[in-house]
């Protein structure tokens, strides 16, 4: 899978032979952006970053790859034999993954050959438009949990094997404490979980047999599954049989997982079935079709649960499984200067902004909590004392900004083809997705009816964009 | 991606070192099935049954994988060692890809030793599930295009590359008549479709150079997006110069894309146009989030649209976006006999069907079409002449079949761990699915609220699943 050439979509191909046909290898500039948060939602997580950096630096045609496009009879030799030297030569500049984005602003920004900027659009946003739609779900997921861990379980459900793969690491950036996928384990050092499911109950004698079995072979992490027949009669007296032995032998049980019924009820009654019998430290894990409203749902009615294995509407994204992000044309070099570039749209939402830019992002000095987004041209310099920002389609929103420090978000990481980033760990990515929600006040993370983060543009950038909609206007 | 040991779930491998552990070397039956098709659909294609063959043949832990399996603390070395050694070495039957099913019924029978039959679940889950999934989508795509060909243009919103990928082989199954996914297309021998984007145009001076340019450089295939700035006003009349220019020098162009705005109206407008200027027989292609349902409300208002690209709706399967199917204990070998085994549950949707079983269709004799499938155990030889076959919830609906021929759907796949099938092209593939839909009534193909096709159970095998469920009953 590290052979990248053909992981793109065919009219890539066709323009690229166009182009070189055309003898047109103009830089331009081209960004990634979405124009909507994904689930209502009104903050974003970006992810992916890493794997685009392995696919820009591993990408290239095989011989095999150059003799598959021959057979389709549409490209001459002349462009093959170009194909087979190209590399990835221009420069990219994105946030660092983990990041927290806004719509429209300019996730990943490609300045390269026209060739090899359209190469690699599709390959882009197949990686960042995943990824981040499921470190998005996940942290909302972890928000509803409030405090409880979250286990990411979905790698059944998820579709295809890489989607299980990169779903549980941007599950890992998003929140979650663990993953059932023991693939994505290994490759990103992600903590993995997992006891034993209904059919381990159902493949010996008894429920209380299966249990001891269990508990014999993990004495250090018995944590049972007790709804294969009966929670109430069969399964939660079978496991505190059972936990009683461990106790007397000197092990502590981990818990209790229900994987059906009245999440409500079943764990309100094992809650006080357990610190009954002594006890209390045991957790009580649920899973089954959850997502964050069915999480909130349950705690706000005082379901005794302390963690969650989410599955399948987490690593699908259920109830919004696409990231609308898409990749847009903004400039094209001509006598050593980028000339802005948009396409226009009846639309005002889709239009895009035009240029080689750069987001900021001010924070307060005192609170160090995010006050705005400002997006600019990339080598406008912002004024650090006062700043007037207002909103690009309703002008008339405006607010001056002061006592603040400003952050660039978009970082070199590839300069003439060579990577110049750093890689992240997991681990790493997710802690400054933490720091990311840390500096966000609450009410952007709300899950239901967040308030709208300001993202404005610069007066400059502004100008240049009405300009433009102005000389296309028709009359 | 040939390394398949890991592409699991971890409780997978804790329950492997249970029975390891305590001995049970049992062989024992799973069946996979789902409880509901997609879609609120009344049929289910079924795929990925290439890819399930594929894992179990490449099935096997690298020493890699065990020594990261050692580093978790959690296995002992005489598994480990086990692990190393371990290949399937079960039965597994299975539908024929490109089958239709139905809910309950088996699609995949293992029967295997217990270790072995519990590791393979979550890779099996993962492939058909996903696969599936997107083939039902696509069928529904392809049905409601009415004889339009549905091209999959979806990798971009992927999830992951790998969704990309078998994705677009499942579209294909369904129905579609190519995909816009390089990679696929070389990996499974599609026909791969592409021709330029919005970017191609707005890189050049004017719109019109840009279709110049394109023409000039793909005159047999010239295939042009004309939504770039205005479809009426400038790229539709751009279009027209160009298809003149093509015509005067011999070519035939094949017609316009249209991705935006609406499609009804401009394809009308545009289909006029291209009429007037003696254009019949270019085509018009539209694409923008179509689904079965847009494309059907377009088809009824007389929309003038050929052929549909079909992205992320198909790629996600937006609106139901996991296929829930499962993979259930029903039996265990026990002094040579399988002994039935089935999960109890107060839902009676939830409980599955005991016992190593085979799916019989049966065929009206006069029509060749599909009169109902009947779930039976294994070993039972069902009556030829005439079958009394009724609803396993609902007994009192009974209906006596006559005149018809059977089929087993379940056919052997691996036999001791010996691939015994036979590998199918996509291509293949396709044309099984398309001959299962035919022998389908139409009212059972339906979109939306179709005929509930009849799925019973033998007598044999609904006496054994009562006599099960009485003897589990409370009092």
Redesign the interface.
Same mark, same amino acid.
């Given at each position: =899978?590290n052979n990248f050439g053909?992981?793109?979509?065919? %009219?890539?191909?066709? =323009?690229m032979? $166009? %182009?070189f046909?055309?003898k047109?290898d103009?830089v331009?500039v081209?960004d990634c952006f979405f124009r909507k948060h994904p689930f209502e939602g009104g903050y974003t997580i970006i992810c992916g970053i890493n794997e685009v950096v392995e696919y820009i630096q591993n990408l290239k045609f095989s011989d095999e790859?150059i003799e598959?496009?021959r057979t389709?009879n549409?490209f001459d030799d002349d462009f093959l034999q170009h194909l087979k030297t190209l590399k990835f030569s221009g420069e990219i500049y994105a946030m660092k993954e983990g990041s927290i984005a806004f719509a429209h602003e300019p996730i990943i920004r490609v300045k390269a050959n026209?060739l090899e900027a359209?190469l690699i659009?599709?390959?882009i946003?197949?990686?960042v438009?995943?990824?981040t739609l499921i470190a998005t779900k996940s942290s909302r997921v972890v928000e509803s949990a409030k405090g409880g861990g979250v286990m990411e379980?979905g790698?059944?459900?998820?579709?295809?094997?890489?989607? $299980?793969?990169?779903?549980s690491k941007a599950a890992i950036v998003g929140g979650c404490v663990g993953t059932?996928?023991?693939?994505a384990?290994?490759k990103f050092g992600l903590k993995?979980?997992?006891?034993?499911?209904?059919?381990?109950v159902?493949?010996f004698n008894s429920e209380l047999e299966s249990f001891r079995? %269990?508990a014999?072979?993990?004495p250090n992490?018995t944590l049972l599954l007790i709804d294969? %027949?009966?929670v109430l009669?069969s399964g939660l007296p079978n496991a505190i049989t059972v936990f009683k032995e461990l106790r007397e032998k000197g092990y502590k049980p981990l818990g209790v997982r229900l994987d059906?019924?009245d999440l409500e009820y079943l764990s309100k009654e094992v809650r006080k079935a357990l610190d009954a019998e002594g006890f209390k430290d045991a957790k009580i894990t649920a899973s089954n079709d959850l997502d964050e409203h069915l999480i909130e749902h349950l705690l706000i009615n005082g379901a005794k649960i302390d963690n969650w294995g989410v599955g399948?509407r987490l690593i699908?994204?259920?109830d919004s499984?696409?990231? $609308?992000?898409v990749y847009?044309?903004s400039g094209?070099l001509k006598d050593g200067k980028i000339e802005p570039?948009m396409?226009?749209?009846?639309d005002p939402r889709?239009i895009n902004n035009p240029g080689l830019k750069q987001v900021y992002r001010l924070y307060d000095k005192d609170t160090d909590k995010a006050i705005a987004d400002l997006i600019t041209l990339d080598d406008e310099v912002i004024n650090n004392d006062e700043i007037k920002i207002f909103h690009p389609l309703y002008t008339y929103k405006r607010k001056i900004v002061k006592n603040f420090y400003a952050k660039k978000l978009l970082k070199p990481l590839f300069i003439d083809g060579k990577f110049v980033g750093k890689m992240q760990s997991v681990k790493e990515i997710a802690k400054f997705a933490k720091e990311e929600k840390e500096s966000m006040w609450e009410q952007y993370l709300r899950n239901i009816k967040p308030q709208t983060y300001k993202v404005d543009l610069s007066q400059k950038l502004w100008d240049i964009r009405e300009s433009i909609i102005q000389k296309?206007k028709?009359n």
């Open positions: =899978m053909l992981f793109t979509d065919f %009219y890539q191909l066709s =323009m032979q $166009g %182009y046909k055309e047109r103009s331009v081209f790859d598959y496009l389709l549409s026209i359209q659009e599709t390959a946003l197949n990686i438009n995943f990824q379980f790698l059944r459900r998820a579709q295809a094997r890489s989607a $299980g793969l990169y779903g059932s996928n023991v693939e384990a290994k993995v979980i997992g006891t034993h499911s209904h059919s381990w159902q493949s079995a %269990y014999k072979c993990y992490s294969t %027949y009966n009669n059906s019924g399948t699908t994204a259920h499984p696409s990231l $609308g992000g847009k044309l094209v570039k396409k226009i749209s009846n889709k296309h028709p």
